[in-house]
């Protein structure tokens, strides 16, 4: 399905169904509350997943599933249980569409479980939980970590080429939301953790008199020793110095 601007309307004469405007002030709403959720990753997958239940025709079911390192699946975000079963008996048998779709960088479409044959195991496993068709968007890809967006319906032969494109376009606003939410939330991790290595580093200098680099040099070899993240040690001394002052 095309999605046409007004403007478009304006200068083609083009003019789209009521169903065209309507999904595109709804991407828009959406899109809208992604940005207010930017600093949230979690949400953000949530409110995507929901969005693509109430918006995708057929869809009863969702979840974004992450891969990581290549092997190790996780249910990010859920709507409804059968998600999170597909998503489990993917990460058990080490196989499936979700898979497929996030490492593969792919669009999957299953019509009818009953009767697919790439993946049979996950296939009878899903159709026994009341999954009768799929459809699976790739979402992200960070080195060795991948994620993807799926949605599941009881009906076989629900997903028509509409219901694939749309879903689409919520998979490419989900792709920009997400990466921008992880973004701002490794950006505040490192200004917090800055922050606390610091705070650190001027309680050594003062309670052993060194200076700024002798009291970094003494919190990195005390990090190496204990094997402990030099920001997660950062931040034990400085609790550790707040309780003895109460």
């Known amino acids: 399905m095309a999605i046409i601007s007004e403007q478009t309307v304006e200068s083609t004469g083009i003019r789209p169904s009521v169903t065209d405007f309507v999904l595109s002030r709804r991407l828009a709403e959406i899109a809208e509350k992604l940005r207010r959720q ?17 918006n995708v025709p057929a869809a009863e079911f969702a979840s974004i ?18 998600a999170g079963h597909c998503d489990k008996i993917q990460e058990q048998l080490g196989e499936g569409p979700c898979l497929e779709s996030a490492i593969e960088q792919t669009t999957i479409r299953i019509d009818d479980m009953d009767s697919d044959t790439r993946w049979p195991l996950f296939a009878d496993a899903a159709s026994a939980l009341g999954v009768k068709s799929m459809i699976c968007f790739q979402l992200y890809v960070e080195g060795v970590n991948f994620g993807a967006l799926n949605l599941h319906s009881t009906r076989t032969d629900a997903f028509s080429v509409e219901a694939e494109s749309i879903g689409s376009l919520f998979a490419a606003h989900a ?3 997400f990466s921008s939410a992880r973004e701002e939330q490794q950006i505040r991790a490192a ?8 705070q650190a580093k001027g309680m050594l200098m003062e309670r052993y008199n060194l200076n700024s680099q002798a009291a970094f040099a003494l919190l990195a070899k005390l990090s190496q020793d204990t094997n402990v993240k030099l920001a997660d040690l950062a931040e034990q001394l400085v609790i550790d110095a707040a309780k003895s002052t109460d």
């Open 38 to 54: 930017h600093s949230d990753p979690d949400r953000v997958l949530l409110t995507i997943t929901e969005s693509a239940v109430a």
């Open 175 to 177: 792709a920009i939301a």
């Open 65 to 82: 599933t992450t891969v990581l390192q290549g092997k190790f699946v996780h249910s990010a975000a859920l709507v409804g249980e059968p």
């Open 191 to 198: 200004l917090t953790s800055r922050d606390l290595i610091g």
